[in-house]
């Protein structure tokens, strides 16, 4: 088969330092947000002409963090509650060959100064550092249809946590966080971030966001964040 | 920037055996039809369990017979009349960075057999043996927004081919051709492939679609085709 090589034209920084907590696609999370740096040269400058604020771009990048050797053609998805298998052409699993991931995200400003070009977007699912490939923009007469999803996720219902609670020790710390960051954890937890088969324990999960590190457990009627804490103090 | 080594899925076969006459984006000519060829190995068998034939799909493949030097950042879209200059992020130009395209496609039918494993899909607008580096299910809920197409695209009329008539001997080819293959010729000619700098004049122009050598012209009220000849006769 042929073999190809390609450059990343960008970088993007989001608060996803690692796997667990990202959201599982593009636009789940509209306070997710990330910075696509481009390199500063007059390249990106002409190539950035008659981007929309405002308007909607896709993403093609590879998963970082996914080894190659992680293929799996016959994957378990998340949404399937981690039990039925599906075919990786009928996923968007990143564990696919070539580790190509597609997102669809809100361009919110753009920076074109001296010391380089930068995007902002909203609504990312993708990790920190993760290199870009290739911007396009949203085409509503050729990229919009009106297939529904694969009836094999309809299947699963997509439940949300109905409460998000937070001790009185991660209130505090949140003070100093913000209200956005309050409002994307809400957001991320919302979605569930624990894999399928774990849901059921009464157990405590911590994960990176940002520049905290964030404790969570089950509660009565939903998760608890017990504890934030900011790795930079 | 990060160099990333890809390796085609599959490839596609298609009747567009020339740049000149590919629908402008996928979905445009629902005649359209092509044959994604994946490796016939159990790989390929699993990957593509839970396709689903009558949804949608996306591909992300390399734009075919694009030369790497022809990158131009800078761009003079179609549908600009050729005449505005576009950043190529704000475009869908062949001729950009890592020239990676993305195509939404119906699926139709899947062919899984000793011999190979074939995906029959409609709607296409890429080059007969362009390298396929992904297929991806198309998901309502991630790409689907509200987001209408880029200001610049709303300035120009996506303005049909009124009529598209056949010349006598035209017409006695397609006979041979079928109702398909005229229904098809009829979808690219209203979508008008002329570039746009040459749409006022009085010419002929020629390709190849399929197995069949294409001549059309200006007619009174649109575009006449003047003469279809089978390649294999």
């Not at 699993?93 to 190509?100: A, D, V, Y």
């Not at 960051?181 to 937890?189: D, N």
Request: charged share 25%.
């Amino acid at each position: 088969m042929t073999s190809i090589e390609l450059n990343a034209i960008g970088c993007i920084a989001t608060p996803f330092k690692e796997k667990f907590g990202i959201p599982r696609q593009s636009g789940l999370c509209l306070k997710a947000t990330g910075v696509i740096e481009l390199a500063a040269n007059q390249d990106s400058r002409d190539g950035i002409m008659g981007l929309e604020v405002g308007s909607s771009i896709w993403l093609i990048f590879q998963f970082n963090g996914v080894a190659e050797c992680s293929t799996k053609y016959s994957v378990r998805p998340p949404r399937l509650g981690g039990q039925k298998k599906a075919g990786v052409w009928a996923t968007r699993s990143p564990h696919r060959p070539n580790r190509l991931g597609l997102s669809l995200v809100a361009l919110e400003k753009i920076e074109n100064s001296k010391e380089g070009i930068k995007l902002h977007v909203r609504g990312v699912d993708l990790l920190d550092g993760t290199p870009i490939l290739d911007i396009k923009p949203y085409l509503a007469y050729a990229d919009r249809c009106d297939s529904t999803s694969p009836s094999w996720l309809a299947e699963q219902q997509f439940k949300k946590i109905e409460k998000i609670s937070f001790s009185d020790a991660a209130n505090e710390e949140l003070k100093a966080a913000g209200e956005d960051f309050k409002i994307l954890l809400e957001e991320l937890l919302e979605h569930d971030p624990r894999p399928a088969h774990q849901r059921e324990l009464d157990k405590e999960f911590s994960f990176q966001l940002a520049d905290y590190d964030i404790s969570f457990r089950p509660s009565s009627d939903g998760l608890e964040v017990t504890q934030l804490k900011n790795l930079n103090c």
